[in-house]
């Protein structure tokens, strides 16, 4: 029986289709068991439930403070036996409630090498700095804004000519690579 997993996203989903086909194509002996989405609207729902992946959404909106919406997360991931929680632009900071039930269990990929401009415009605020390269980190989650332990970083050059946009698309590319690599490589190690 495979482990599950859950993988947490706010928008378009990319990572969350590119780490479903990854698992599905290098038949890793894990399965989503779960995706949690904060927006009632985004398009990963969609996308989860063209592969059959149940969806749990919770709208913080609708509960007291965020002890109360992840208590709700907690319940569900508890009940489908989620081992490990990735998220794929999951757009909150995880509170303690989800942190001290998954410690260590609880991974981020993030576009920009940290602890270098953390937090919500990484690859805005590595291109506006000037850099010559900047890439991507999967890291553990912590209470910190993108300050948990490091698991993995790819460098992803940036070319005198890049754009915004074509360094943003060369990073998201590198992502879409580069978290199902650490995925397999965390199974691979029993991590998982």
């Given at each position: 029986?495979?482990?599950?997993?859950?993988?947490?996203?706010?928008?378009?989903?990319?990572?969350?289709?590119?780490?479903?086909?990854?698992?599905?194509?290098?038949?890793?002996?894990?399965?989503?068991?779960?995706?949690?989405?904060?927006?009632?609207?985004?398009?990963?729902?969609?996308?989860?439930?063209?592969?059959?992946?149940?969806?749990?959404?919770?709208?913080?909106?609708?509960?007291?403070?965020?002890?109360?919406?992840?208590?709700?997360?907690?319940?569900?991931?508890?009940?489908?036996?989620?081992?490990?929680?990735?998220?794929?632009?999951?757009?909150?900071?995880?509170?303690?409630?989800?942190?001290?039930?998954?410690?260590?269990?609880?991974?981020?990929?993030?576009?920009?090498?940290?602890?270098?401009?953390?937090?919500?415009?990484?690859?805005?605020?590595?291109?506006?700095?000037?850099?010559?390269?900047?890439?991507?980190?999967?890291?553990?989650?912590?209470?910190?804004?993108?300050?948990?332990?490091?698991?993995?970083?790819?460098?992803?050059?940036?070319?005198?000519?890049?754009?915004?946009?074509?360094?943003?698309?060369?990073?998201?590319?590198?992502?879409h690579q580069f978290y199902p690599d650490v995925l397999q490589t965390l199974i691979n190690e029993g991590a998982i």
């Amino acid at each position: 029986m495979p482990n599950k997993i859950a993988v947490f996203a706010s928008g378009n989903g990319t990572n969350f289709v590119a780490l479903h086909q990854a698992i599905i194509e290098r038949q890793l002996p894990v399965v989503i068991g779960l995706l949690v989405c904060d927006q009632p609207t985004a398009p990963v729902i969609d996308k989860a439930r063209a592969a059959n992946i149940p969806i749990l959404i919770v709208d913080f909106h609708d509960y007291a403070n965020k002890a109360a919406a992840e208590a709700i997360i907690l319940t569900a991931l508890q009940a489908r036996q989620i081992k490990l929680v990735l998220l794929a632009g999951y757009m909150r900071i995880i509170g303690p409630t989800l942190l001290n039930a998954y410690s260590h269990k609880i991974i981020n990929i993030h576009p920009a090498l940290l602890p270098k401009f953390p937090g919500r415009h990484g690859i805005e605020d590595a291109f506006d700095a000037g850099v010559t390269e900047t890439g991507v980190t999967i890291h553990y989650i912590d209470a910190g804004i993108d300050t948990g332990q490091i698991i993995a970083q790819r460098v992803v050059p940036v070319a005198p000519d890049d754009t915004l946009a074509s360094l943003a698309t060369r990073i998201h590319d590198c992502e879409h690579q580069f978290y199902p690599d650490v995925l397999q490589t965390l199974i691979n190690e029993g991590a998982i």
